[in-house]
């Protein structure tokens, strides 16, 4: 068998075996393989317990020389090597095989499918799945796995593979500032100023970008709603996407009035892009969509938000507000975020932050105590709160920016700088210059953007989080500073939950995208049930949790989950029944057809679906 197709993890690899290399295991560790007269070059002295070697061949045929090399006293294990579809990396069966049944398959009917192919029991991991590895009797390892997945009580039979891997080494930016941004890395100290900062106090972005091997993704979309955007800036004028002026109603932001230049900091803080040169921000690779011309109108509000929803935003940031008691949130303003939490990402929701304030009160902005924002307060460079940053219940979390020494962020063209009473350093505290493309910054209008870039390497992780589950990794992932005694419950009206870590952030994130969870298959249907769909007489009773049925398929979207149910009866003219569960915040439902009192009717179900071309499996209906 030259070419076959097996399973690993998600996928299906279509193999094609090596004309010339094979795996040789010797019986003495010590003996040196390449020093063997049958072979030609050693490639690789260790891959899945192998010497991947290139054979002499004599004018022999691949098949023909291994099984020769298998016949010689000192050769434990000869096997073949195989290529990938589209790959030239060598690939190499370990021998072992990851064989999970269908629910319901005993042990006894287990060890059938074992004994018919002379596999050894290595481990039991559940009920279902197993660990088996071949034997001197059993066929190559990836043809057992090919012909186990034939079997109707198998569900998926993975051979243990083994490749050669990438090495990524992560590549620090190189952006002359950057040692200046102590909220990014808090070494202790600001390079040629002698300020004494605390060590750690920072957002721990670089630990992130050393985590992720990379400063992000570029499918990731950073929305800054702000005035005063200077799109020309080089840290920020390669990123812009899809830019929109509330004020003039085009593509066209304006600039150059010295009154609105806040946006161009904010911007960079989140994501100015790693060049070489000035500073870098939190999510150098993501894209920038500006929205300029913020507004308390509810229809600017309506469309500043809706335009970051229909234009691909994942996170929309905003360091701005009112805390004017005359000023609060009205009915369409709260539907209109709400509306951009929700239906944003495709459903996933946008993640939306706005900055608490800093008029130092005991309330906070009034937008950022809506319930679907995170409200994103500051902490100091040495790890205290900033007093200007205002406290209450709806905090979440903070972030570092000034209130001790302040954040380097991008300046626009155009910006006079701060009239400061000496009249001579317009730009910066200590009065070193920095260049003229920035400017020392700070407040909960730096904090947030902070978090926004943090967001973002969180998304690059796992593009799949939604908007619930951002929110709840920033809670349990933030570290807790400050005194004990300003946290009732695990949260602070300084501090939220704590400041923001970027790097647990994103490990957890990772965790969430690389552990198991049941398959949300509503394409397998048809496009996202809208209207026009016709009128469903739906009858719910509850049924007993007992007996098997054939599970079909797990469905996010109830409208799809009523077409399929329809289908499904006229189909096989059997019950569908529908068990709801919650998974990661979201609502699945999972599509069983049939529920008899034995197994061997629910087979024989199960080769009727399996013959409609649709897939499924045997399902024990007491373990919903």
Known sequence: MSQLTVKSGNNELKLKKSKSLVGIRTKSTDEKVENKDFVNKELHENMGGFNIVELEKGGKDIDTRLDEVREKDDIEIGTHVYFAEGSNKPLVATGELFITFEDGVSEEEQAIALDEFNLELVERRSPELIVAKVTAKSPNPLKVAHL????????????????????????????????????????????????????????????????LGSMGSDRVKIAIIDNGFDTNHPDLRTKVYRPYDLWNQSSNISRGNPRFTHGTPCASVALAVSNGRGIVGAAPNAMFIPLSGTSFSNRATEQMFDYCVNNGADIISCSWGTTSSSFRLGSIKEAAIARAARRGRNGKGCIILFAVGNEGLNYVNHYAAHPDVIAVAASTSKDTHASYSNQGREVFICAPSNGDWPILAARASWDQGISWESGVYKYYRDGRDRGRHYKHFGGTSSATPLVAGVVALMLSANPDLTAREVKDILKKTADRIGNSSDYWNGHSRKYGYGRINADKAVAEALRRRDRSTPPVLDNKVEEEVTSGNGLFNIKVETKPTKGWGVQVGVYGNYGNVLVQVEKLEKQFREPVNVNIVESNGRTLYKIIVGAYDNIEDARRLHVRIKAAGISGFIKDLSKL
């Open 148 to 211: 186990l997945q034939q079997i109707s009580m198998v569900k998926v039979a993975e051979p243990d593979l083994d490749t050669l891997l990438d090495e990524y080494e992560f590549i620090s930016p190189t952006d002359e500032l950057l040692s200046q941004q102590w909220h990014i890395r808090n070494t202790g100290i600001v390079p040629g100023t002698n300020y004494i900062l605390r060590r750690g106090a920072d957002a721990k972005i670089y630990d992130a970008w050393r985590r």
